[in-house]
């Protein structure tokens, strides 16, 4: 039978798992478009305009996306969404790397997009608000501080990798730092989700 002590630690790691991989997506993603933009521009020898579209594809996709992957998490998949999710940003990530042209720059930005409409702070807040229907608040405050530091902690280290390698192979480094966050996953599914996280109707769970 668990104790509380042990579901306090075991929530406790749930919400860690789950900042520390908003920390890698924000940082990886929204924030790297910044800091690859001039070394990408100079490979592929496009414009400023050109290569922001490729962000704007990506909100795009993410936009559109996040209704059906709210609904996902809703019927219980969340583990499902956010693990996916992960990996294959980590994927679109070694895509971008890739690229040889224009159009395939779009294409894997489109990808990222797909990733993080399954990463970002929406499903995160989905996930915290139905494990901890009547405690929600404190996870997510927890949550958006980590998942905050994000600038502070990748856009030097972006800035470091490329340096030190190139952008190509700065991002399958950073692809290849997506493989944690499935752990939020794996946490997930030691914890089991409290009685009333299951059973509360939607829109009448206790503030």
């Not at 668990?2 to 630690?9: F, G, L």
Request: with cysteine; glycine share 10%.
């Amino acid at each position: 039978m668990t104790t509380a002590r042990e579901k306090t630690v075991g929530d406790g790691a749930f919400v860690f798992w789950l900042s520390f991989a908003q920390l890698i997506s924000w940082g990886s993603v929204f924030y790297g478009f910044s800091v690859f933009l001039e070394p990408t521009e100079q490979a592929l020898g496009i414009g400023r305009a050109e290569s922001s579209l490729g962000f704007s594809l990506a909100l795009l996709a993410e936009g559109l996306l996040a209704y059906p992957m709210g609904r996902w998490i809703d019927r219980g998949h969340e583990r499902a969404v956010m693990t996916l999710g992960s990996l294959w940003t980590g994927l679109s990530l070694i895509a971008l790397s890739q690229v040889q042209n224009l159009w395939q720059f779009w294409g894997a930005w489109l990808m990222l997009g797909v990733g993080l409409s399954a990463t970002l702070y929406p499903p995160a807040f989905a996930v915290l608000t139905r494990r901890f229907p009547t405690d929600f608040r404190r996870a997510i405050i927890s949550l958006t501080f980590l998942g905050g530091l994000a600038s502070t902690v990748f856009i030097p280290l972006m800035a470091a990798l490329i340096d030190w390698l190139d952008w190509r192979h700065a991002l399958w480094v950073l692809a290849g730092r997506f493989r944690p966050a499935p752990a939020c996953g794996d946490r997930a599914r030691r914890a089991p989700v409290p009685p009333t996280a299951r059973q509360c109707p939607p829109g009448r769970c206790p503030t």
